[in-house]
């Protein structure tokens, strides 16, 4: 015999929905920090976001990781830095202006880093090639 289980929708922590809206949970309105999300409530919130929502995706205060993708660079070239606050969009884009040398730093380094992913990427591109055309040969 079978029992019929009521399906119980999936919920999330706070930070774990403002991390997947890309917020800083700090700056969301303290009904969404002290309750839970489901998983319809966080779908709702990406496909149709209220005006709190936009207002803090558009001027922040942002987290680190949009922070760091909104300089090109790494959370952890944030923190070497000094940046560890959340910024809004004014203060990240007079960093931006200001250009200064760790962010020119940073920017180096990231750029360095693609280039190595890339040529990786491309030798094991490579040698799996090779392995394939090895084999076909032997067949």
Known sequence: MTSLK????????PATAAKKLG????????????????????NALQT???Q???DL??????PRPVIAAKL?????????????????????DAIKAENP????HERANQVDVRKETARIK??????????????SQQR
């Open 6 to 13: 009521q399906k119980t929708s999936q919920t999330m922590k």
């Open 23 to 42: 917020i800083y949970l700090a700056a969301a309105p303290t009904g969404f920090q002290e309750g839970v999300v489901s998983r319809e409530e966080l």
């Open 48 to 50: 149709e976001p209220p």
């Open 52 to 54: 709190w929502l936009q």
């Open 57 to 62: 995706r558009k001027n922040g205060p942002h």
């Open 72 to 92: 090109g660079i790494s959370i952890a070239g944030l923190a070497r830095g000094g940046v560890t606050e959340a910024l809004t969009t004014d203060e990240i």
């Open 101 to 104: 040398l760790w962010l020119q």
């Open 122 to 135: 491309a030798k094991h591109e490579k040698e799996a090639a090779e392995k394939a055309a090895k084999e």
